[in-house]
């Protein structure tokens, strides 16, 4: 009866331990998959950011060459050649994981046609074009590395200023100030197209610098970094400095004056490339923090699927080890049949009589002395 109720003890604790140890995996499997996901596409955030990092600096260059081309300065600056063979280091990096090989190469190829381009008008349009690609480009790099998808609201906001806003805005400026340039050089019946072009830009740039002035201001806000706001206050300053200066130049309603614009953009690109690299390296360092988190809910997970695998194995093994202690002491009680006690009969020299023999063949020979 007893080994029949130690036997279904038994049964049931290995049923128990089983219907435990079965949903803690499951649960471990999920949380250990939905944190790899989320590890991985952080890190493929990331990747966008070091790409982005790389174009910054070619924005910048190509306005440079766009302004100087027009002006007749027919070699390319020393700057547009750093800053394709640092995208080209990036691309040949990162290039496989956010798919923009092909993209790139076309963009390279266009780039290296622009010093061949002759005449302001043909040159300003063969960078228009080369801009365009390179907007198109960032566009890629947020879309495939799903910065755009970012659940945090401040890297959310960021993305946003720093891959379409900042690059936008600094194409756009670039554009408004060599079309109030080219303006100064044209005959008059050519002046009404471009001056429609310029006065589109002018619109287009209000436009860009609110759209980035309201990303990085909710970015500000809705960010736990201690450090974010302060880094963006004085960069973003002296953007609308910039912006301020560009506009007075401008002088939409009115003939733009090309010099104060030429030394406003100037200011405005300084800046922006300022704001663009302090943006980017907050991005990165909350990303990184992020990982981060990710890295210790991994331990965190590792360490609590061992403790509960030592519980079970704990559960499984504790029984048997308290069954084979209560059967070592039972096998080693002496039993009453048998016995090696000591006694007073216990010696063989010590044999007690044997009264009360019925041995028939003794009972007769007693008889027989009797007569």
Do not use: C
Request: no cysteine; charged share 20%.
């Amino acid at each position: 009866m007893n080994s029949r109720r130690t036997r279904l003890g038994s049964a049931l604790a290995v049923i128990l331990t089983v219907l435990v140890l079965v949903p803690t995996a499951v649960l471990f499997g999920r949380v250990w998959t939905d944190n790899s996901d989320k590890r991985s596409s952080t890190e493929l955030e990331l990747k966008g950011v070091e790409y982005m990092t790389a174009l910054t600096p070619l924005v910048s260059a190509l306005a440079e060459s766009q302004s100087t081309g027009i002006q007749g300065v027919s070699e390319a600056p020393e700057s547009l050649a750093a800053a394709v063979t640092r995208v080209s280091a990036a691309d040949a990096k990162l290039g496989d994981d956010l798919r923009t090989k092909e993209r790139w190469a076309d963009l390279k190829d266009k780039i290296s046609k622009l010093p061949k381009v002759t005449g302001p008008v043909n040159i300003l349009n063969a960078h228009v074009e080369a801009s365009d690609l390179t907007l198109a480009l960032y566009a890629a790099v947020r879309r495939n590395a799903q910065l755009n998808r970012d659940p945090d609201g401040d890297i959310s906001n960021l993305q946003q200023a720093v891959a379409v806003d900042m690059p936008t805005t600094v194409t756009r400026v670039n554009r408004m100030g060599d079309y109030a340039n080219l303006l100064q050089g044209l005959p008059a019946a050519s002046r009404p197209q471009v001056q429609a072009q310029f006065a589109h830009e002018v619109l287009t740039v209000q436009d860009n610098v609110k759209q980035l002035t309201e990303n990085l201001q909710a970015a500000v806000d809705n960010t736990e970094s201690d450090t974010l706001s302060g880094s963006l206050v004085s960069a973003l300053d002296s953007f609308r400095r910039g912006v301020e200066a560009m506009n007075r130049g401008a002088n939409p309603a009115g003939t733009p004056n090309a010099a104060t614009m030429s030394t406003a953009q100037t200011t405005l690109q300084t800046a922006l490339s300022n704001l663009a690299g302090i943006t980017l390296k907050e991005m990165e360092r909350l990303l990184d923090d992020r990982i981060g988190t990710y890295d210790y809910r991994r331990t965190e997970a590792i360490i609590m699927g061992a403790l509960a695998l030592l519980l079970v194995l704990g559960a499984l093994i504790w029984p048997a080890f308290t069954r084979r202690r209560e059967t070592e002491p039972a096998a080693e009680r002496p039993s009453d049949v048998g016995s090696n006690r000591p006694g007073p009969y216990n010696n063989p020299y010590d044999q007690a009589p044997g009264y009360g023999e019925l041995d028939p063949t003794r009972r007769g020979e007693r008889s027989g002395a009797l007569r």
